[in-house]
């Protein structure tokens, strides 16, 4: 079979397709790294994966290398991650290993923005695709929670655990494809680090700028007050200029292990009230800007 050309889409599918078929038992929890070396010796037995390691990384998250030879290549994870990030990113890595070695031949170096996709590098979007697509199908997702379904964080961390990857990921996941309007929030000490709206919200000008001047969290959401409550957990109703200037529900919980606090937001469907007649690529740009590390 000819490769060549590619896409992360298309390899994704077929790989996909390749799991369908064989239904392992663990068919949503495989051994990521035994299926990338697999794989790759099996497809491309002149350069394959050799390795699919845990090691210390100070200045990223995962990292796709050579051999000295250059025939050989090593998939490297930070050991630091929880289990289900370490497996995240070693299919992030694989996605490169697929569709852009050849292009980067010394390798590739990610970030934990690239590995989300939040970065708005082509190649990092493309291989968080890949990652997304063959760890948690859209299809199978979609059945766990439809596109025009609110969505909590009780549903999410099921769809984590079943797909054995992080509540980050599998809420990305979610906002990619959802129709609602809804955004997630991850914040620290008061201060928002990064921001991320599905396309619904997106097109009425929900989210935040964070890559210039530090942005609070609103002093009377739930985080702001640092609650984290069962009740905070399954979502408060704001009224208007609590976040923004409609109603707003908020979900927030506190992820101890990594110091973060995660809230979702979630908005009314009716948008009939907002402007949305700016340039879509706009909305685009202004959303990759406010992505910070």
């Given amino acids: 079979m000819n490769f060549e050309g590619w896409g992360s889409q298309r390899w994704a599918i077929h790989l ?9 038992p663990d068919r949503y929890r495989f051994n990521i790294a035994a299926f990338a070396k697999e794989i ?13 390691r845990s090691v210390d990384l100070e200045d990223c998250e995962g990292a796709l290398l050579p051999s000295d030879s250059g025939k050989r290549w090593g998939i490297y ?8 990030r370490r497996r995240f990113t070693a299919a992030h890595e694989l996605g490169h290993y697929l569709v852009h070695r050849q292009k980067y031949p010394d390798g590739l170096r990610c970030d934990e923005a690239a590995v989300d996709g939040r970065n708005g590098v082509e190649i990092e ?12 199908p859209l299809d199978d997702f979609r059945r766990r929670i439809p596109a025009k379904s609110e969505a909590d964080f009780d549903q999410l961390s099921e769809c984590a655990t079943h797909y054995d990857v992080s509540l980050v990921a599998a809420i990305l996941r979610w906002l990619r494809y959802t129709e609602r309007r809804a955004m997630i929030v991850v914040s620290r000490d008061g201060y928002i680090n990064w921001a991320w709206s599905s396309e619904t919200a997106l097109k009425t000008r929900r989210y935040f700028k964070t890559s210039g001047a530090p942005v609070e969290v609103p002093a009377r959401s739930l985080v702001g007050q640092s609650i984290f409550t069962e009740e905070a957990r399954e979502g408060v109703k704001h009224p208007d200029g609590v976040w923004f200037d409609e109603p ?6 506190r992820a101890e292990r990594y110091d973060l606090n995660y809230t979702l937001l979630q908005f009314a469907d009716t948008v009939s009230m907002f402007r949305h007649d700016e340039p879509r690529e706009l909305d685009t740009y202004d959303r990759f800007l406010g992505v910070r590390k």
Avoid: C, H, W
Wanted: zero cysteines.
């Fill in 16 to 24: 996909t397709q390749l799991l369908n078929a064989a239904n392992p």
């Fill in 40 to 52: 790759s010796a099996s497809l491309f037995p002149g350069d394959p994966i050799a390795e699919v």
């Fill in 77 to 84: 994870v930070n050991k630091k991650g929880s289990p289900r």
């Fill in 125 to 136: 979007r493309e291989a968080n695709d890949f990652a997304s697509t063959l760890l948690m």
């Fill in 248 to 253: 707003t529900k908020e979900m927030t919980l």
